[in-house]
């Protein structure tokens, strides 16, 4: 990964392709698209006024776990191409691209008119933030108000916690929401690693732009939510959902991403997005009932999930329960609308002990956590005494744990499987109880 990083900045670089980058914003999203832009050879500037968090990101640290993001980080920081600042006005002047990239859009629309009277006349202000419907059109109508107009573009970006770097470089699309030609020809120059590939870009106005962000999330919860019924039809009817979703997703109509039977959707901008597609419907006399259904089925999954654990250890109170994972996908340490938070949260309001175990994200869950949940340094101390085992986040890790040994350290050899992750077969020959999601 590093010598692609090294061959595509030396590929601009010849090219004459140099722009200037800003990103406001160093958390989760801004530091990912800096790291990104900065490694396809582009000198990237990034603002914070928290100098605190700055120094730390420019040590090359950062509290974000995030696959390969670090190394990508560091080594655009070594080569001078990522700098940070806390200098507004000089971080402002330099940007002939700025990304407004904080986490939040809740004042984002300041923030812009800010950036605006201090950026120059032919400056782009690119919206990267998930935001809600028209707000792309309302900064430019403050803008124009205010006597500071600038080239304001909605950029959606379909990155995900735990694949984020891999969703910036191999992006199905680019969706550029403007009406300026020009902008759209500094972008593509910009992206031009990624249109050199054939990516395609989408040329739309803001507020399909935004929509299309909203919808996309809404369509994959949707997806989720509908394996996931399906799962539980299957467990009352002796079929298996891991075959039934294998032969769906190959259906070119379907396609098998996000069509795995287990705990549903959760992350940082999920919920969001879906509180915003569902405030503009209403706003708009619109009763999207098909989004209401699949938010309905995901919030149900907890209550299923440790109803599963309740009948194998019945009664739950006073039982010892090990949870494995506590991320809401592998990958990340994000325990936003965390699964795994819910159904320790649902155990201990059941009476159980639980202790859990992440290899990243035990930090943040000490956050969502109260003192009762004892926090492991190894899979296997979480096993001992254990009267059920839940494996609650798909980390690649737990597949190679050695269960002839965790077998050992129970009380009772049960495995509540939330994820599908663990081979059933194996598992029973051992000797576990196994209990997947959907399976017969």
Same mark, same amino acid.
């Given at each position: 990964?590093?010598?692609?990083?090294?061959?595509?900045?030396?590929?601009?670089?010849?090219?004459?392709?140099?722009?200037?980058?800003?990103?406001?914003?160093?958390?989760?999203?801004?530091?990912?698209?800096?790291?990104?832009?900065?490694?396809?050879? %582009? +000198?990237?500037?990034? @603002?914070?006024?928290?100098?605190?968090?700055?120094?730390?990101?420019?040590?090359?640290?950062?509290?974000?776990?995030?696959?390969?993001? $670090?190394?990508?980080?560091?080594?655009?920081?070594?080569?001078?191409?990522?700098?940070?600042?806390?200098?507004?006005?000089?971080?402002?002047?330099?940007?002939?691209?700025? @990304?407004?990239?904080?986490?939040?859009?809740?004042?984002?629309?300041?923030?812009?008119? $800010?950036?605006?009277?201090?950026?120059?006349?032919?400056?782009?202000?690119?919206?990267?933030?998930?935001?809600?419907?028209?707000?792309?059109?309302?900064?430019?109508?403050?803008?124009?108000?205010?006597?500071?107009?600038?080239?304001?573009? *909605?950029?959606?970006?379909?990155? !995900?916690?735990?694949?984020?770097?891999?969703?910036?470089?191999?992006?199905?699309?680019?969706?550029?929401?403007?009406?300026?030609?020009?902008?759209?020809?500094?972008?593509? !120059?910009?992206?031009?690693?990624?249109?050199?590939?054939?990516? +395609?870009?989408?040329?739309?106005?803001?507020? !399909?732009?935004?929509?299309?962000?909203?919808? *996309?999330?809404?369509?994959?919860?949707?997806?989720?939510?509908?394996?996931?019924?399906?799962?539980?039809?299957?467990?009352?009817?002796?079929?298996?959902?891991?075959?039934?979703?294998?032969? %769906?997703?190959?259906?070119?109509?379907?396609?098998?991403?996000?069509?795995?039977?287990?705990?549903?959707?959760?992350?940082?901008?999920?919920?969001?997005?879906?509180?915003?597609?569902?405030?503009?419907?209403?706003?708009?006399?619109?009763?999207?009932?098909?989004?209401?259904?699949?938010?309905?089925?995901?919030?149900?999954?907890?209550?299923?999930?440790?109803?599963?654990?309740?009948?194998?250890?019945?009664?739950?109170?006073?039982?010892?329960?090990?949870?494995?994972?506590?991320?809401?996908?592998?990958?990340?340490?994000?325990?936003?609308?965390?699964?795994?938070?819910?159904?320790? $949260?649902?155990?201990?309001?059941?009476?159980?002990?639980?202790?859990?175990?992440? +290899?990243?994200?035990? +930090?943040?869950?000490?956050?969502?956590?109260?003192?009762?949940?004892?926090?492991?340094?190894?899979?296997?101390?979480?096993?001992?005494?254990?009267?059920?085992?839940? %494996?609650?986040?798909?980390?690649?890790?737990?597949?190679?744990?050695?269960?002839?040994?965790? $077998?050992?350290?129970?009380?009772?050899?049960?495995?509540?499987?939330?994820?599908?992750?663990?081979?059933?077969?194996?598992?029973?020959?051992?000797?576990?109880?196994?209990?997947?999601?959907?399976?017969?």
């Amino acid at each position: 990964m590093e010598r692609a990083g090294q061959l595509r900045a030396r590929l601009i670089a010849s090219e004459g392709f140099f722009m200037r980058i800003g990103i406001y914003g160093t958390g989760y999203l801004g530091t990912v698209v800096a790291a990104c832009l900065a490694d396809f050879g %582009l +000198p990237v500037t990034v @603002f914070d006024e928290d100098s605190e968090h700055v120094l730390l990101l420019a040590e090359g640290n950062t509290p974000y776990y995030e696959r390969n993001l $670090k190394d990508i980080l560091r080594r655009n920081m070594k080569a001078g191409r990522l700098t940070y600042s806390t200098e507004l006005e000089s971080f402002a002047k330099r940007g002939q691209v700025i @990304f407004l990239s904080p986490d939040s859009h809740r004042y984002l629309e300041e923030v812009a008119v $800010k950036l605006a009277r201090l950026t120059e006349p032919d400056t782009i202000l690119v919206i990267a933030t998930p935001v809600p419907v028209g707000t792309a059109s309302r900064i430019e109508g403050r803008l124009n108000t205010s006597g500071c107009s600038r080239i304001v573009v *909605s950029q959606p970006l379909f990155v !995900t916690d735990g694949c984020a770097v891999e969703d910036f470089n191999w992006p199905d699309r680019i969706l550029l929401g403007t009406s300026s030609m020009e902008a759209v020809t500094r972008l593509k !120059t910009l992206y031009r690693p990624l249109v050199m590939r054939g990516v +395609p870009v989408i040329v739309t106005n803001h507020e !399909t732009a935004e929509l299309a962000r909203e919808a *996309s999330t809404a369509f994959l919860a949707t997806k989720i939510s509908f394996i996931n019924e399906i799962a539980a039809l299957c467990e009352h009817v002796n079929a298996d959902a891991m075959d039934l979703s294998l032969a %769906l997703g190959l259906d070119k109509k379907i396609a098998p991403r996000c069509l795995q039977p287990g705990y549903g959707f959760g992350g940082s901008f999920v919920e969001g997005d879906m509180d915003s597609l569902n405030q503009l419907a209403l706003g708009s006399g619109v009763n999207l009932r098909i989004l209401g259904a699949a938010r309905d089925v995901n919030r149900s999954l907890g209550e299923r999930i440790v109803s599963k654990i309740a009948r194998m250890i019945e009664p739950v109170a006073g039982k010892e329960v090990g949870v494995l994972g506590l991320a809401f996908k592998p990958h990340t340490n994000s325990v936003a609308a965390s699964s795994s938070v819910d159904i320790v $949260k649902r155990l201990l309001s059941r009476g159980a002990t639980v202790r859990a175990y992440d +290899p990243v994200a035990i +930090p943040e869950a000490r956050l969502e956590l109260d003192g009762t949940v004892r926090y492991c340094e190894t899979p296997y101390d979480v096993a001992q005494g254990a009267d059920a085992l839940v %494996l609650s986040t798909g980390w690649p890790e737990f597949r190679a744990l050695d269960f002839e040994k965790i $077998k050992r350290l129970v009380r009772q050899p049960i495995i509540v499987d939330t994820k599908n992750l663990l081979d059933s077969v194996r598992m029973r020959s051992l000797g576990f109880q196994y209990v997947g999601v959907g399976r017969a």
